[in-house]
């Protein structure tokens, strides 16, 4: 697109000089100096204003080669215009949703190292992937109800935030993308290549196989580092595998997936209420 812009300038600064009054001193610079001045953009609150032009209408009144100075304020408005424009296309072609093909909606039967390798594809391989808030909610059977999950990494050197939900019923992968300026918590996050790893050795029916049976099951993860003092079922993966951790050895660090049932606790002819019971975390590090 820069090109086309760029020929667009030099054909206009061309065809304005060719009507211009030439005995003026640098005539060729000031056309280009009002061209400039015409492209200037101001923005409020993201809200793109010309102040450039705006200038121009204001305080410039030329009185030799009038004509042409305007057209060279016109065609910096008309590239400010064209670039505002690109940038809007360019936008929308990128954060457009893109689907991949899950490889079942079934928690019990989907392939997450395989789906994870699609979904890399399809978004260009961004460096250094970390991963969000995952969530997945599923029935005793393993049907899926809701699977979202958001992955935050570096693609041509921007930051791009990428929100991925499953759609059970089309069996395929929404993935909407966002350009953003920075992301706070980045630093503290699990690479989404480590995550995938410890999630293929987390036993989805471990939950599911207690005495009691609940409303749904739930596998979730903020994906942040943190310390934890819970008293609940610990597990730790290292080396390949999962080994049961004592609570006496609490309290443990890491990054951690939480595996749990929800189970009604109040129910109302207008409202119910639920909460997590046996929960199960398995903990593991970076690397």
Do not use: C
Request: proline residues 2%; hydrophobic residues 45%.
């Amino acid at each position: 697109m820069w090109i086309i812009t760029l020929l667009i300038i030099i054909g206009g600064l061309s065809y304005i000089y060719s009507k211009s009054d030439k005995e003026e001193e640098n005539i060729i610079f000031k056309l280009i100096g009002y061209s400039f001045l015409g492209a200037f953009l101001f923005r409020i609150n993201e809200f793109p204003i010309p102040l450039g032009f705006l200038v121009f209408l204001i305080f410039f009144k030329p009185i030799v080669n009038k004509v042409a100075k305007t057209r060279a304020a016109y065609l910096g408005l008309l590239v400010l215009f064209i670039g505002i424009f690109s940038s809007m296309v360019s936008n929308y072609y990128f954060e457009r949703p893109v689907e991949v093909v899950a490889s079942s909606s079934n928690i019990y039967m989907l392939d997450t190292k395989e789906d994870w390798q699609k979904i890399q594809e399809k978004i260009g391989y961004p460096r250094n992937l970390k991963i969000e808030d995952f969530r997945v909610n599923y029935e005793e059977d393993g049907q899926i109800r809701d699977f979202r999950y958001d992955l935050v990494g570096y693609l041509e050197n921007e930051i791009i935030l990428y929100r991925v939900k499953l759609l059970p019923d089309k069996q395929v992968y929404s993935i909407n993308a966002i350009k953003i300026d920075q992301w706070a918590q980045y630093g503290r996050l699990v690479l989404a290549d480590r995550f995938f790893e410890a999630l293929e050795k987390v036993n989805l029916k471990e939950v599911v196989n207690q005495e009691k049976k609940l409303e749904w099951y739930v596998v979730a993860s903020r994906g942040e580092y943190i310390t934890s003092v819970e008293d609940a079922t610990h597990f730790m993966y290292e080396e390949g595998k999962m080994t049961r951790v004592d609570n006496s050895d609490l309290p443990i660090s890491g990054f951690y997936i939480s595996l749990y049932g929800m189970r009604q606790i109040l129910k109302t002819s207008t409202s119910e209420s639920y909460e997590g019971s046996n929960v199960i975390n398995f903990w593991f590090q970076q690397w």
